[in-house]
Every structure is written in C-alpha cells, then in structure tokens.
C-alpha cells in the first residue's frame, strides 16, 4: 500500500548517479521488484559475476535443459541475502502464480525465489526470458526516499528490453538514455555558483 502523497518506484530503474559512495552499487541500474512506505526491493541488473547460469545448476545439483541459458552469466543482485537466488523473469501469460514464490510486479515483471522455477528451467522449460541473480537490493522505510532527496540515483519507467535484449556492458547507458541524458553530460558533485 501507498501512502498519500508518497513516490511509488515499483517497475522502474534506479540508476545510480556518478560519484554513488557505496561501492556495491557505483556504476548500477537496480529493477525496483517492489516500494512501499515499508521499504524497497530490486535486483542490480548490470553487474555479471563470474559463474554461469550452467555453473550454478551444478552448485545445486540440477540439470540444465536449456542450451541459450547456458552461458548466461549469473548478477550480483545487491548486498543483501548474497548466498540466495533471484529468478527475474516475464510474467506468467495468464497472470497467475506459475511458481511458488513469485512476486508478480504491478505492469512489469515477476521475481522468484522458490526452486520450482529452476526445476522448469532445468527441465527445458520456464520463462523464456530470465536474470537470474544472488542476492538483492533492500531499502527500509524512508531510505531510498533519502538517497533519492541527496540525488544517489536518477528513476526511469523501466524497459524490459535493457534487461534481457541490451548486453550488459550498455544497459547503464540505455537507462539513461531512456531520461535523454548522455552519461557524459553527468557531474560527480553537484556545482556552485
């Protein structure tokens, strides 16, 4: 629920503006999975680590069926639950819940956790389209709302193409691109007169 008057984020990115202090996220776009009064959650979308989708079958002893999955690169999803896995994927054609734990995201994606949808992917099947991700992004109540005010990140509508069509090396880029900016045109410290 939202509350009146206040920034509801859910199904946009978060782009973080040069000169972002955390490291973790320095140079990220996040998938904002879900924003309420409560808090936030999102995925980092363009920050590949070094083990495949294929790799992580293995570390939990399944089978892959799905040769164009792969090669795919598994991302570090943000700080929080590292050792977790996040299946960011198209939503269900009917809208129901096709898996155990999916947060389906109000006009936009829906996001995983359970097993079962590694169980259809393992078996051939499952969302066409997936990012997969260990650990994720989280913001109590009024964080993110904080970061925002001391300009931390820039928000846009997001674009599921960036996530699953853009190589990830560009997504930063196309975020910003949907605002019209230039990523050049942006200043690590705000200016004086």
């Known amino acids: 629920m939202s509350v009146p008057g206040s920034i509801n984020l859910t199904n ?6 040069p000169g972002m202090g955390d490291d973790h996220f320095a140079g990220s776009v996040v998938y904002l999975c ?7 959650l999102g995925l980092v979308i363009n920050k590949p680590i070094d083990i495949t989708i294929a790799n992580l079958f293995e570390r939990v002893e ?8 792969a090669a795919t690169p598994v991302y570090f999803g943000g700080p929080v639950q590292t050792e977790r896995g996040f299946v960011l994927h198209d939503r269900p054609a009917d809208d129901a819940a096709a898996y155990a734990s999916s947060l389906l995201v109000p006009g936009g994606l829906a996001m995983t ?8 992917l393992s078996g051939g099947n499952g969302p066409r389209r997936v ?3 260990l650990g994720y992004a989280g913001w109590g109540a009024g964080q993110l709302e904080d970061e925002l005010s001391r300009n931390g990140w820039l928000t846009v509508d997001a674009d599921p193409s960036i996530i699953f069509d853009t190589p990830v090396e560009r997504r930063y880029q196309r975020a910003l691109s949907l605002l019209g900016i230039d990523p050049g045109f942006l200043a690590q410290e705000a200016g004086h007169a």
């Open 12 to 17: 946009q990115f978060l782009i973080a503006m």
């Open 34 to 40: 879900e924003h309420t009064e409560r808090g936030a």
């Open 62 to 69: 399944m089978a892959l069926e799905r040769e164009d999955l």
């Open 113 to 120: 956790t359970s097993r079962d949808v590694l169980e259809a």
């Open 131 to 133: 990012l997969i991700t």
